[in-house]
């Protein structure tokens, strides 16, 4: 494992940081439009203030909500996000935002074994993990694992892992999202289940590689 100095993980932590905010801008710029509207519609039509006098009142305070809105979630989304990262022993980044989480696997084609005993191996690595909580397997067959994990939080996270066989390399996509659509904000979540998960194929396949070789 690489380690970071540590303005590297400042760094790190500074970026993702900045793509929360980016990603709450939107919503931000929504809740408080509403908020100015609705304050506009108040004055005008039940104080009776002037429309001149009661715009600027209401697109200030909806700028102030704006920004508390974005600053409240942005800084609780870091620091879960970085609880997240000690946790999980990895290195927060940019990254950590996306949804899904895509992580992807590549290895020398293994010989002597078929998609389906691969994703057995990567079934029996997930179960096996200390670190990984897992609810349910709910889809298991040839070249297709899907899961029900349970990541920091109680965030439920929904993992699909495809592995496929080719003439020159076996691959593996780790997927992962939130169960629950209102979890979006907790991509770190699947980010992090993302990669132990990935770490865990990685094992898999090194292992059968390796009994197939023992196998010749």
Not at 103 to 111: G, H, M
Request: proline share 5%.
């Amino acid at each position: 494992m690489v380690r970071l100095l540590p303005c590297e993980k400042n760094d790190a932590m500074l970026g993702y940081g900045l793509t929360v905010v980016r990603r709450l801008a939107l919503p931000a710029l929504a809740s408080g439009t509403v908020f100015a509207a609705a304050m506009t519609a108040a004055l005008v039509l039940g104080d009776g203030t002037p429309w001149s006098r009661a715009a600027p009142e209401a697109l200030a305070a909806g700028a102030a909500v704006a920004l508390a809105f974005a600053a409240v979630l942005s800084t609780s989304t870091v620091v879960s996000a970085a609880r997240t990262a000690r946790r999980y022993g990895i290195t927060l980044g940019s990254e950590a935002v996306a949804l899904p989480s895509v992580r992807e696997v590549r290895v020398p084609v293994i010989e002597g074994r078929t998609a389906f005993q691969l994703t057995d191996g990567v079934r029996y690595e997930v179960e096996r993990d200390p670190v990984l909580r897992l609810d349910e397997i709910t889809a298991f067959g040839h070249g297709t694992l899907d899961l029900s994990l349970r990541g920091p939080s109680d965030t439920t996270v929904s993992v699909r892992v495809r592995i496929t066989t080719g003439p020159k390399e076996t691959a593996a996509v780790v997927e992962a999202r939130p169960a629950a659509t209102y979890k979006r904000l907790d991509a770190a979540a699947c980010w992090a289940v993302a990669r132990v998960v990935e770490q865990r194929v990685a094992q898999a396949l090194r292992a059968e590689a390796a009994d197939g070789g023992a196998a010749r």
